[in-house]
C-alpha cells in the first residue's frame, strides 16, 4: 500500500430539502467540518450549537466537500474510495460524477475510482434530509413504540441517538461519522475474514481475504504469533488455515490474562512483498449454560459477567479519540468490569474500541442496531440491506475475541408483549432465524440471544432468560425482594438519575446555582416517555428509604446536603442489589448497569459522566465489582452473612474479621478466624458464627437500644493486607454530625512521580462516606467508608490537559466541613460549613 493520499480540510454546508440535486450549484455558507464527524460536531467546534435550542439538522439538506491530489500514479496501481460510514442518506459525486448513494449509516462502501481519478480531484457528499424522507408514504407498523416520535424511523438504518426524546441530546447523526479514505497501490487486500476457534487445546485461524492487483502473486502467508502458514490464491481470493498446538487462552481479565497473538499477512509478488497487518488473535471458547437460567462460560469457566451498557465516548462524534477511549475503558477495567453492551439504541463500534476491549480482557455483549419498532424485514429492499449490514459487521467483529454474545435486537419483544400482540408476532424469520445462522457463519463460537429481554413467559419476566431488571429502580422495590425476583441474568438493570461531581453541575448550570427544578437540570433528567415521574424522582425515593428524610424538604431547604445524600444513595442501592447477586444464595450469573457513560453533562443514567470523571456510583459498584471479593447480606433474623468470592485460580489463605462498633469509635465485639478460599469458589460465614455470641448484629430482634451502629467484616491475607472490606449499617437516618477537626484525620499527601500523588489517612473514628476531590486529579476510590485507626491510601493520577499543583479536599457524611491537604504543607486547613 502506497502512502494514504491527503485530503483537504473539509467544509459543509445547509440546504433545504431538495434545492440543490447537483454539487455544482450548490449555494450557501460553508463552513470547516472534522470528517470523520457529524454536523453536529461541526456546528459545535463553530459555536452554533445550544443544547437548550438545539438547530433541526434533520430538517435540511447537508453538502460536504473537500479535493484532494491523485497525481503519480503507475499503471498498476488500483484506486479505490472508501466510505466507513456515512450517516445516513447519502449521495457521493466525484469529479462532478455519481459514484455512489446510500442508506444505510452501518455499512461501509468501496468504490473503485481507478479509471475516474485526475491529478487534481473534488469529492461532494449530500446528506438528504431525514425528515423530508419520513414524509414518504410507507406501510404502517403493527404496533407503536413512545420510545420514538416518528414510527416512520423504522425503515430507516440510522441510529435511534440523538432522536429519543425521553433520554438522549437532541443530537442526532448527520454526516460522514466514520472515515473517508482513498485506497491506492499495487496490491490491495479487502473483505478480510478471520475467525478463531479452539478444538480441544489447539488453535484454529481460518482466514480468506479478496486481493486486488495487477501483479503475479508468487506466494502468500499467513502468520500468527510465531506461527505461519500457506495461503492458497485462486481467482483472486485467499484462503487458507493455521493451527496452533496448546494455544493460550484468552480470558476475561476478571479470570485471567487476555492473552493476544499479533498477526499478518505477506503477499510476494514478482515485483516485491507486501505486508498487511491483521487485528491480534485471541483464543477462547465462549458457551451458555440455560439450566437454570442464562450464565456465560469462557474456557469452561462460569464467568459472573459485571460491567454496564456502553453508549458512546462522545454523542456528537459518535466515536472519540483512542485516548479517551483508552481512558474510558480502562476505568471499566480497573473497575472491575469484564462485560460491556452495545444497545440496540446505539452504534456499532470502532475498531479501536474492540482492539481495546480485546487488550483489557472485557468481553463484549453485541447488539444488532434494532430497537422497540416494528421492523418492516419482509421487504425485500430492507432485507437486502440488513443483511449485507449484518455481514459486514459480523466479519469486522469476529476478528476481536472480545466479542462474545450476539442480541438481534433490544426490546422488540418486551414492546410487542407489553402492548398485547399475540406471541407469534414477538419474534419475526429475521431475528428468529436468518440473523442467528449469519452469526454461526461468519463468527462461530459466540451465543446468539434473539432479544433482550427474552426466554420467558413473557419476555420481561425476571426468573427465566435475560431480563431487564428495574425492580431496584423504575419500579421502586425493596431489596428484600430481590431473591424473589430471582434473576439470572440482567443484560440492563439499575438506572438511576446520579448525581455529577461539582464542576459537571456548574457546566449544566451554566455557573446557575444548582436547584433541581430548573429547566436547564431537569431536561437533561432521563425519563420514560409519556410516564409522569422521572428518574430523579425514583433516587428521591430511595434516598427517604436510605436516610430518612424527605427529599422534597431537604433539597427545599438545604440544596448542599441534598446533593451530598443523593450523591451516595443510588450508589449505595445498587451496590447492596450486587452484594446479594454475587452472594452464595443467589443463582444470577450476570449484570449490567444501564449506562456506563452519560450522552452530556447531566445527572444521567451513567456511573461516569461524559467528560469521562466517575460519579460516587462508579466508586461504589468498584468495590462490589471485584475479582477477590467480600460482601455482607443481611438474611433479618439470621443475622448477617458474609460471603468471600474468589475468581481466580490460586487460593487465598488468610483471615475475616468482624468487628462492631459503636460510633464514633467505641468496639463492642471484634473476632477473627482463619479462612481459606479455593480458587474459582465462594465461601459463606455467618457473622454470629465468628462472633460466638448473641450480639444482634442487624439489630433484627430489637431488644432495647442499639449497641452499635456499624458492623465491619474485612478480608485480610497470611500478610495482613485488606483484600476486601465490607460495611454494615444499622441506621437509616441522616448522619450528620462535628465539625470535621484536624485532630479527627490525619492526612498526607506525597508524590509519586509521573504526576501521580498518594493521600494517607487515618482517622480516630468511623467515617462515612469518605468524599476526595482534587482539581486536575482522578483518585482510584472515593466516597469509601473509614473504620478507625484503618490506614487508607488512595492514589491520584493526572488527567490529560491537567495542571497545577496537587491540593486535594476530604470531607464525609458524618461530620461537617472538609480538610484541604497538600505536599508542600506540614498543617491542614480546615472549612466549615456555614
Not at 98 to 123: C, G, H, P, W
Not at 422 to 437: I, K, Q, T
Request: glycine share 8%.
Amino acid at each position: 500500500m502506497t502512502d494514504p493520499v491527503h485530503f483537504e480540510p473539509w467544509t459543509c454546508c445547509a440546504q433545504a430539502p431538495g434545492a440543490s440535486t447537483e454539487p455544482g450549484v450548490v449555494q450557501g455558507d460553508w463552513f470547516a467540518a472534522e470528517v470523520p464527524g457529524t454536523v453536529a460536531s461541526a456546528l459545535r467546534a463553530r459555536g452554533q450549537w445550544n443544547h437548550q435550542n438545539p438547530p433541526d439538522v434533520d430538517a435540511q439538506d447537508w453538502w460536504y466537500r473537500t479535493s484532494f491530489a491523485a497525481a503519480a500514479r503507475t499503471v498498476d496501481e488500483a484506486c479505490v474510495l472508501c466510505f466507513d460510514g456515512l450517516a445516513s442518506l447519502a449521495d457521493v459525486w466525484l469529479n462532478g460524477e455519481l459514484i455512489l448513494s446510500s442508506d444505510n449509516m452501518f455499512r461501509s462502501y468501496r468504490v473503485d475510482v481507478t479509471q475516474a481519478l485526475k491529478d487534481e480531484n473534488e469529492l461532494v457528499i449530500r446528506f438528504r434530509s431525514l425528515t423530508a424522507d419520513l414524509k414518504k408514504k410507507r406501510s404502517r407498523p403493527r404496533w407503536k413504540t413512545n420510545l420514538v416520535n416518528n414510527q416512520q424511523l423504522r425503515w430507516q438504518r440510522t441510529s435511534l441517538l440523538g432522536r429519543i426524546p425521553g433520554w438522549s441530546p437532541p443530537v442526532p447523526a448527520v454526516g460522514p461519522w466514520r472515515g473517508v479514505r482513498l485506497e491506492r497501490g499495487p496490491v490491495v487486500l479487502t473483505d478480510i475474514q478471520k475467525t478463531a476457534v479452539l478444538a480441544g487445546d489447539e488453535g484454529v485461524v481460518s482466514f480468506g481475504a479478496r486481493v486486488a492487483t495487477s501483479l503475479k502473486i508468487v506466494s502468500a502467508r499467513l502468520h500468527i504469533g510465531g506461527h505461519s502458514s500457506d495461503l492458497e490464491c485462486e481467482e483472486g481470493i485467499l484462503r487458507g488455515e493455521l493451527c496452533i498446538q496448546r494455544a493460550e487462552l484468552w480470558w476475561p481479565h476478571t479470570h485471567g490474562a487476555p492473552t493476544l497473538y499479533p498477526g499478518k499477512v505477506i503477499i510476494e509478488t514478482s515485483a516485491e512483498a507486501h505486508e498487511f497487518p491483521l487485528e491480534p488473535t485471541g483464543f477462547r471458547r465462549i458457551e451458555v449454560c440455560n439450566d437454570p437460567g442464562f450464565a456465560i462460560h469462557v474456557n469452561g469457566e462460569r464467568v459472573y459477567c459485571r460491567g454496564a451498557c456502553w453508549t458512546t465516548n462522545d454523542i456528537f462524534t459518535l466515536g472519540g479519540g483512542v485516548d479517551s477511549l483508552r481512558h474510558d475503558l480502562t476505568l471499566a477495567r480497573d473497575a472491575g468490569m469484564n462485560m460491556l453492551r452495545i444497545g440496540g439504541t446505539m452504534t456499532y463500534e470502532s475498531d479501536a474500541f474492540y482492539r481495546l476491549c480485546d487488550e483489557l480482557g472485557i468481553l463484549v455483549w453485541q447488539d444488532f442496531m434494532f430497537a422497540n419498532m416494528d421492523y418492516p424485514v419482509e421487504d425485500a429492499a430492507f432485507a437486502e440491506n440488513i443483511t449485507i449490514e449484518a455481514t459486514q459487521q459480523l466479519d469486522r467483529l469476529a476478528q476481536h475475541p472480545c466479542v462474545a454474545v450476539y442480541c438481534g435486537n433490544s426490546e422488540i419483544e418486551q414492546q410487542a408483549a407489553m402492548l398485547g400482540m399475540a406471541r407469534e408476532l414477538w419474534r419475526n424469520g429475521w431475528f428468529g432465524e436468518r440473523l442467528p445462522a449469519l452469526c454461526r457463519k461468519h463468527h462461530p463460537g459466540t451465543v446468539y440471544v434473539p432479544s433482550s429481554p427474552s426466554g420467558g413467559v413473557l419476555p420481561f419476566h425476571t426468573r427465566t432468560g435475560v431480563t431487564h431488571y428495574y425492580g431496584i429502580g423504575a419500579y421502586q422495590r425493596s431489596l428484600c425482594e430481590l431473591r424473589q425476583a430471582d434473576v439470572k441474568f440482567t443484560s440492563e438493570c439499575l438506572g438511576f438519575a446520579n448525581i455529577p461531581e461539582t464542576e459537571t453541575i456548574d457546566e449544566i448550570m451554566g455557573g446557575l446555582m444548582p436547584v433541581m427544578h430548573h429547566p436547564r437540570w431537569k431536561q437533561r433528567v432521563p425519563r420514560d416517555t409519556g410516564a409522569g415521574w422521572d428518574f430523579e424522582d425514583v433516587r428521591d425515593h430511595y434516598l427517604r428509604e436510605l436516610f430518612n428524610v424527605d427529599p422534597v424538604a431537604l433539597r427545599s431547604f438545604d440544596m448542599p446536603r441534598y446533593l451530598e445524600l443523593s450523591r451516595v444513595a443510588s450508589g449505595e442501592m445498587m451496590a447492596r442489589t450486587f452484594a446479594e447477586w454475587r452472594s452464595g444464595h443467589s443463582r444470577n450469573a450476570g449484570a449490567l448497569v444501564w449506562f456506563y457513560k452519560d450522552l452530556w453533562p447531566a445527572a444521567g443514567w451513567g456511573i461516569v459522566d461524559s467528560t469521562g470523571t466517575p460519579k460516587a456510583a462508579y466508586y461504589q459498584l468498584k468495590r462490589a465489582w471485584q475479582t477477590r471479593q467480600l460482601c455482607i447480606t443481611d438474611e433479618g433474623l439470621d443475622g448477617l452473612h458474609l460471603h468471600l468470592s474468589n475468581e481466580m485460580t490460586e487460593a487465598v489463605e488468610g483471615f475475616v474479621e468482624v468487628q462492631l462498633l459503636r460510633e464514633p469509635n467505641v468496639v463492642v465485639a471484634r473476632h477473627e478466624i482463619a479462612l481459606k478460599v479455593a480458587g474459582r469458589s465462594l465461601e459463606m460465614r455467618s457473622v454470629d458464627e465468628i462472633l460466638g455470641s448473641f450480639f444482634d448484629v442487624n439489630y433484627a430482634y430489637r431488644f432495647g437500644p442499639q449497641s452499635h451502629q456499624v458492623v465491619i467484616a474485612t478480608w485480610f491475607s497470611a500478610e495482613r493486607e485488606v483484600i476486601s472490606e465490607s460495611f454494615h449499617l444499622n441506621r437509616a437516618r441522616d448522619p450528620v454530625g462535628l465539625p470535621l477537626a484536624v485532630e479527627m484525620l490525619g492526612a498526607k499527601a506525597e508524590a509519586l512521580g509521573e504526576g501521580g500523588y498518594q493521600l494517607t489517612l487515618k482517622s480516630d473514628r468511623f467515617l462515612q462516606s469518605v468524599r476526595l476531590s482534587a482539581k486536575g486529579f482522578l483518585p482510584d476510590d472515593n466516597y469509601f467508608h473509614l473504620a478507625p485507626d484503618r490506614v487508607k491510601a488512595v492514589f491520584f493520577a493526572p488527567r490529560a490537559g491537567g495542571s497545577g499543583a496537587f491540593e486535594a479536599y476530604v470531607e464525609a457524611l458524618n461530620v461537617s466541613g472538609e480538610i484541604s491537604v497538600e505536599p508542600s504543607r506540614a498543617s491542614h486547613e480546615t472549612h466549615h460549613d456555614t
